[in-house]
């Protein structure tokens, strides 16, 4: 990633249509627009929401999976991400994600 990077932070949980997920669709084409690349965890949700909005405006998108949440909860990583790095807890990857990008992104849901 050579643009500036912000990690944006969300559930797993919201499904397309909803509040959460059309709010995180709007963010990730915004962001894409202005230039700035996404880091996120990687998986369905707020998290998809924000790769597929900021992909075809222009942003390139770095998924962390988390290994440990897939397995315990049969979590589905999401494919709209140019790179992947598999984390192997929820502190790695919420390590990484805060080393890889000086901005980030809260938004209003669970963040796991």
Known sequence: MSRRAIAVFGS?????????????????????ASGFDMINGGHEGVMAAVSAGARPAGGQVLGVPCLAVRYARGAVVNRLFHERIDATSLFVRIEIMLLRAPRHVFLPCATG
């Not at 509040?19 to 915004?30: K, N």
């Open 12 to 32: 797993s949980q919201p499904v397309p249509g909803e509040p959460a997920y059309v709010v995180a669709h709007d963010i990730g084409v915004a962001l894409g």
